[in-house]
């Protein structure tokens, strides 16, 4: 059964103070591993796409990487508006359907 | 990019009264949307597979007659919550649209509190 796990569940960083979070996944062939954004009472907005080990993707202070068994989205030098759920998923049976999701880590960044 | 507009974004209603929830694709023709439901401190959990002209594909332990979903369009795909009860009250998101490598788009979601 495929499934995805994130940790920690909740993050308190400082200003400034870099960190990473985990994304842990079983599948029976991975066609992709996404990053999402999710602000309180919003959707998801989506950040990354990662296909195969070894590829990284950036986008301002976020770096997301993957391996074999697991992704991590690395934040550096984090700012009070990067303060949201962060969300990782896979794509569920044939490329475009449904995605699975992990629960989600809620990072806190104050300044 | 894909644009999904969901509404309403929060709704109030009473128990056992139906609740309807619409989901539109915007800049683009969906010929299949999904809808997930999000309780507090969970993932995203799937709920059904609406298909354009024909009928929902509904995931295991969600009872079709009373999410009743309608996608009688390529822009339009509604979710009908009936005969709602307080474990009801959750968090509603649709998705379509994109794609893997663009990240496939989310609406910004229904609030459903029944009282």
């Known amino acids: 059964e495929d499934q995805v796990t994130q940790s920690p569940e909740a993050l308190r960083l400082q200003e400034g103070e870099s960190s990473s979070l985990n994304c842990s996944y079983t599948?029976?062939?991975?066609?992709?591993l996404f990053w999402y954004r999710q602000d309180p009472g919003k959707g998801p907005e989506f950040l990354f796409t990662l296909y195969s080990a070894g590829e990284e993707k950036e986008k301002e202070r976020l770096k997301a990487t993957l391996t074999k068994k697991e992704s991590f989205l690395h934040i550096t030098a984090p700012k009070p508006e990067d303060s949201a759920t962060y969300l990782c998923a896979v794509e569920r049976g044939q490329a475009g359907t449904a995605l699975i999701f992990g629960k989600g880590t809620t990072l806190s960044v104050s300044s | 990019g894909a644009v999904v507009s969901q509404h309403p974004s929060r709704v109030i209603c009473k128990s056992g009264t139906s609740v309807k929830i619409e989901c539109r694709s915007l800049d683009f023709q969906a010929t299949t949307m999904f809808w997930y439901r999000q309780f507090p401190k969970q993932s995203l959990m799937l709920m059904a597979t609406s298909n354009e002209g024909s009928k929902a594909t509904y995931e295991q332990g969600v009872e079709k007659d009373k999410f009743l979903i309608n996608h009688a369009s390529l822009t339009l795909s509604t979710l009908t919550v009936t005969s709602a009860h307080p474990e009801d009250s959750s968090f509603y998101i649709c998705?379509?649209?994109?794609?893997?490598?663009?990240?496939?788009?989310f609406g910004s979601g229904t609030r459903l509190t029944v009282v």
């Open positions: 599948v029976s062939g991975l066609r992709g």
């Open positions: 998705s379509g649209g994109g794609g893997a490598a663009s990240g496939y788009t």
